[in-house]
């Protein structure tokens, strides 16, 4: 185990499975203790039980993210068993893989209610606990549409506003010595992609276990492959150390080059 995270009290959302996971996983093993927020009440506890079993400090909480009551239980939970909150990664989100024609209001409202709206949420309820604390971190999640839009609505807008609303944060807490960072990742290998989720619907036309689909995904990636969780993780880790004490309001593109 590493300390490049000891004495950090992290929340992180969509910790139940893909980059969450990977990076609740990280970051205990780098000495932090990490609350594990999702609103998949079966997943959530197997990765506490993952990261207890190999020594490290996990919680869950169940959450979702477009709900300010679940915010401020989270935060009380993460601060009652670990001491003061340093850390927030605000990883859950929601995609409807359609055209914009066929993107309705409820899509578009759901979409951006749980990537950016739950981002918000998930900020206004950590930012007096990281006050109390004297510092913080908070790393949020983009996109290859961060930078270049497809062709989707609704996440597109989710993905350039979460960038705004990074930097907002940056501006509005640096002098509180609380930083606020985005991470743009390519096409990842998570369930995401792969499966049919309530947040995230896929089916053959879409999924990438089809393999026209994951060749497709690899040919935009000029390192020519997916990236992995694990990847993601480390530069989740980079920002929330400090290790990165001067960086704040930046996009870390973690993409292979996918969005060039
Ligand atoms: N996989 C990719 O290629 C990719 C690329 C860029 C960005 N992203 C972003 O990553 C995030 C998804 O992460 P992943 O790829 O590891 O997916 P994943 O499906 O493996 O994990 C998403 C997690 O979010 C949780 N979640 C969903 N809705 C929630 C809510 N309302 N409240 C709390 N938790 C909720 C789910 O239960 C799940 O555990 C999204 O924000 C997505 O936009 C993914």
Same mark, same amino acid.
């Given at each position: 185990?590493?300390?490049?995270?000891?004495?950090?009290? @992290?929340?992180i959302?969509?910790?139940?499975?893909?980059?969450?996971? !990977?990076q609740? *996983?990280?970051?205990a093993?780098?000495?932090?203790?990490?609350?594990? $927020?999702?609103?998949?009440?079966? @997943? +959530?506890?197997?990765?506490v039980s993952?990261?207890?079993?190999?020594?490290?400090? $996990?919680?869950?909480? #169940?959450?979702?993210?477009?709900?300010?009551?679940?915010?401020?239980?989270?935060?009380?939970a993460?601060?009652?068993q &670990?001491? #003061?909150?340093?850390?927030?990664c605000n990883?859950?989100?929601?995609?409807?893989?359609?055209? &914009?024609?066929?993107?309705?209001?409820e899509?578009?409202?759901?979409?951006?209610?749980? %990537?950016?709206?739950? !981002?918000f949420?998930?900020?206004?309820?950590?930012?007096? @606990?990281?006050?109390? !604390?004297?510092?913080?971190?908070?790393?949020?999640?983009?996109?290859?549409?961060?930078?270049?839009?497809?062709t989707?609505? +609704?996440? $597109?807008?989710?993905?350039?506003?979460?960038?705004?609303?990074?930097?907002? /944060?940056?501006?509005?807490?640096?002098?509180?010595?609380?930083?606020?960072?985005?991470?743009?990742?390519?096409?990842?290998?998570?369930? &995401?992609?792969?499966?049919?989720?309530?947040? %995230?619907?896929?089916?053959?036309?879409? %999924?990438?276990?089809?393999?026209?689909?994951? *060749? #497709?995904?690899?040919?935009?990636?000029?390192?020519?492959?997916?990236? #992995?969780?694990?990847?993601?993780?480390?530069? &989740?880790?980079?920002?929330?150390?400090?290790?990165?004490?001067?960086? /704040?309001g930046?996009?870390? *593109?973690?993409?292979?080059?996918?969005?060039?």
């Open positions: 185990m590493g300390q490049r995270l000891e004495g950090k009290v @992290a929340i959302t969509g910790g139940a499975s893909g980059m969450g996971r !990977a609740a *996983k990280l970051f093993a780098e000495g932090a203790a990490v609350c594990i $927020a999702d609103i998949d009440k079966e @997943a +959530g506890p197997r990765v993952e990261i207890t079993e190999t020594g490290g400090r $996990a919680l869950f909480t #169940q959450l979702d993210v477009t709900s300010a009551e679940h915010w401020a239980a989270t935060v009380a993460a601060e009652e &670990f001491g #003061q909150l340093t850390t927030l990883i859950a989100g929601a995609n409807y893989r359609v055209s &914009f024609d066929e993107q309705t209001e899509m578009w409202r759901t979409i951006l209610e749980i %990537s950016l709206t739950g !981002a949420l998930g900020i206004k309820a950590a930012i007096p @606990a990281m006050r109390r !604390a004297g510092n913080g971190s908070i790393v949020n999640i983009g996109s290859i549409a961060t930078d270049r839009s497809g989707n609505p +609704g996440y $597109a807008t989710s993905k350039v506003g979460i960038l705004g609303l990074t930097r907002a /944060t940056a501006r509005a807490y640096g002098p509180e010595n609380i930083r606020c960072n985005l991470v743009s990742p390519g096409h990842v290998d998570t369930p &995401f992609l792969r499966r049919s989720t309530a947040y %995230s619907p896929n089916d053959w036309s879409t %999924s990438i276990d089809n393999p026209e689909n994951l *060749k #497709q995904r690899v040919e935009r990636t000029p390192m020519g492959r997916m990236v #992995q969780p694990e990847e993601i993780a480390h530069a &989740f880790l980079f920002l929330a150390s400090d290790e990165a004490g001067m960086i /704040t930046t996009n870390l *593109k973690v993409d292979g080059g996918a969005s060039l």
